[in-house]
């Protein structure tokens, strides 16, 4: 204890307070200054704001533009796209209240600064793909990080959030969060009349293809860490499509994203033997999942199902046919901006591996499983939808109000709606910005107030892993290895090893079934048992340590839902083998489940999609 005797405990008030700092939480600070000039706007983030969340080292692409200024596309367009792309389960109100505002949020981006690529001939935002224009984007992260700093009250940088707190008078009503500071250890009270949830999505729960010294490389960001999940189900919302991870298709050994090579280049892919496989799965996955199969654009996981079946029958590696697009310099240029603007290490990975593209097609592998709601899947909190928009069933609330009163989210936080990107994070940041500043407002003298007890208790806990650690390192036998304590690392890729093993990771080929996922459960179960006994020696260790609690949970709750689904609804990202066909009639649907936080027990069931668009 002697290093941390001077720990201090801080207060912090205000009206709303948005935990995580990236795209939608920057989102939701800027429209919350917006509606509520008179309020108190909070931002708390473990990093720093400034180079923070998924987008830290730039974009290339926004993923999300419409254009309804030139008529490229309406927001019903996109609700079609993203429903297509899914297999059908989307929350088609939030999607189109996404889709409705994402423009106006990306002509702010351009407003402040941020260069985005113009067509020469029509003026026109330089189009990657339907939906995607094309930025000079290294920057993109400090731009946005400017408007949310000068929108908000206060913002408490490398503060690792780690539990939410509870009206004392009023069952299920939020009242603030707590955590520490990664730097010099003091506790955090944050007591707050609305949250906004906006920590981003989950890696490193499935064993990644990058082990030992390099496992830092992921797809998503490997600080990524789950909290935009635990937090919510720790205090018992609801949470939807849990296990509708993703799995993408990159280049290998660097991650580096294909999206501007397949609609930009118009590159192809092949065989090892130079063919075009994807015709030859096409009768095999028509069984499993009727017309889907069928559909424009072809369902990503259905794509990954033809790689993945093309792998496995002995003619890969697949490759990413690139040397004749490199002819063209226009596209040679555009192949490599596209890295250096937001994935130098692929760059790297060619140099030091002897692939130049023009003169070698490079190979492509499928990425180990990652939960998020705001990329090209949508796990998340369920949340309450649009007043004008949303049908009875899907609205208990306020906009984006998760269902525990006055807790919001937005970005990889609600899950439904899938294909919001960094643009529409931003926007879905804005709208639950607006409603929190109503929620607020409505609440009148009817004010939160936080137990001195809960959040003492919480400071218990959240210190207790250097506690293990102080009690339990003169018992060290051999390096690290105390009998008293496991660390964070260990704790780390256990978890990594039995969500790989059990619930459909790569080296089951993406494959589970209910056996084993009820021993899945139970590793889980023993997993948890022994992170009460987590040391940490150091502020540093402390936040590894909370990351894997949440990470733990996130888990636990993508496992429910797996086995709770009993289908194989998007082969390509996992497959139940003892379901293996698309279910309509039984699972066209949305899977839902709660943590009891009283009793430790979840509840699942089933909610209904409602398509409100033709
Ligand atoms: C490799 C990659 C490529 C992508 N490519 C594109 C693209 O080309 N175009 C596009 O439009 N989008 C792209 N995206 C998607 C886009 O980055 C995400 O959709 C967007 O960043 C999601 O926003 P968010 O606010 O939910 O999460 P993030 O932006 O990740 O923000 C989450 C924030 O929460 C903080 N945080 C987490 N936990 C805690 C905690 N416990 N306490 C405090 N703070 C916490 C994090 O540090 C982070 O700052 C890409 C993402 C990745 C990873």
Not at 3 to 9: A, H, I, M
Not at 40 to 67: D, F, H, P, T
Not at 462 to 469: A, K, L, S
Request: proline share 4%; glycine share 10%; charged share 25%.
């Amino acid at each position: 204890m002697g290093l941390f005797t001077g720990r201090k405990t801080m207060f912090v008030d205000s009206d709303i307070l948005v935990i995580g700092g990236g795209f939608s939480g920057c989102g939701a600070a800027y429209e919350s200054r917006y509606w509520g000039r008179d309020k108190k706007v909070v931002v708390v983030e473990k990093a720093n704001i400034e180079r923070s969340g998924a987008v830290a080292q730039g974009l290339y692409a926004i993923n999300c533009y419409m254009g309804m200024q030139w008529d490229e596309n309406q927001p019903e367009d996109h609700v079609r796209y993203a429903r297509n792309d899914l297999m059908g389960l989307v929350r088609e109100d939030l999607g189109y209240d996404i889709a409705r505002h994402v423009d106006s949020t990306v002509h702010k981006f351009e407003e402040w600064g941020l260069p985005i690529m113009k067509d020469e001939e029509t003026g026109r935002y330089q189009r990657e793909g339907k939906w995607q224009i094309m930025i000079h984007g290294e920057s993109y992260k400090p731009i946005i990080a400017e408007a949310a700093r000068k929108a908000a009250t206060e913002v408490y940088n490398r503060i690792m959030v780690t539990h939410l707190l509870m009206d004392k008078t009023r069952p299920n009503r939020i009242a603030g969060a707590v955590g520490f500071n990664v730097r010099n250890g003091n506790f955090y009270v944050f007591r707050s009349k609305a949250v906004i949830i906006a920590a981003g999505g989950a890696s490193h729960i499935f064993k990644p293809h990058s082990v030992g010294e390099g496992m830092g490389r992921t797809w998503y960001a490997p600080w990524s860490s789950g909290s935009a999940y635990a937090l919510p189900i720790q205090v018992g919302a609801k949470m939807t499509q849990m296990e509708n991870r993703i799995v993408l298709t990159r280049f290998k050994d660097g991650y580096g994203p294909v999206g501007a090579y397949f609609l930009h280049l118009k590159t192809t892919t092949e065989n090892a033997y130079g063919e075009n496989y994807e015709p030859t799965w096409y009768n095999s996955i028509k069984e499993l999942v009727g017309d889907y199969v069928d559909h424009h654009p072809v369902p990503t996981c259905l794509r990954n199902h033809a790689f993945l079946q093309e792998v496995k029958a002995g003619r890969g590696p697949i490759r990413m046919v690139t040397k004749e697009a490199f002819k063209d310099p226009h596209k040679e240029k555009v192949g490599w901006e596209n890295f250096l603007g937001m994935t130098i290490g692929q760059a790297v990975v060619w140099a030091s591996q002897n692939i130049d593209p023009k003169e070698t097609n490079p190979e492509l592998v499928m990425s180990e499983p990652y939960v998020m709601g705001s990329h090209a899947t949508c796990s998340g909190a369920w949340a309450s939808g649009p007043e004008d928009y949303a049908p009875s069933e899907y609205q208990w609330g306020y906009n984006r109000m998760m269902t525990v009163e006055g807790l919001f989210g937005a970005g990889d936080a609600i899950g439904g709606t899938a294909h919001k990107f960094s643009s529409g994070s931003f926007t879905e940041g804005r709208i639950a910005g607006k409603a929190a500043v109503k929620y607020v407002n409505d609440l009148g003298n009817d004010q939160p107030e936080i137990s001195e007890t809960e959040y003492e208790n919480l400071k218990a806990v959240v210190y207790q892993p250097m506690e293990n650690y102080e009690v339990g390192r003169n018992e060290i036998v051999a390096g690290t290895v105390s009998p008293s304590y496991i660390l964070p690392i260990h704790g780390l890729q256990r978890l990594e090893k039995i969500m790989d093993e059990y619930v459909g990771g790569t080296s089951t080929n993406y494959v589970t079934n209910e056996p084993m996922l009820t021993r899945g459960m139970e590793l889980l179960s023993m997993l948890k048992e022994d992170l009460n006994h987590i040391g940490a020696e150091d502020l540093h260790q402390l936040q590894r340590a909370w990351e894997l609690q949440h990470r733990v949970l996130t888990s636990e709750c993508v496992t429910r839902h797996t086995m709770y689904r009993t289908e194989t609804r998007w082969p390509g990202y996992y497959y139940r083998a003892d379901h293996p066909k698309l279910d309509d009639d039984d699972w066209h649907c949305f899977t839902l489940s709660r943590y009891d936080p009283a009793s430790g027990e979840w509840k699942m069931e089933k909610a209904p999609v409602y398509h409100i668009i033709d």
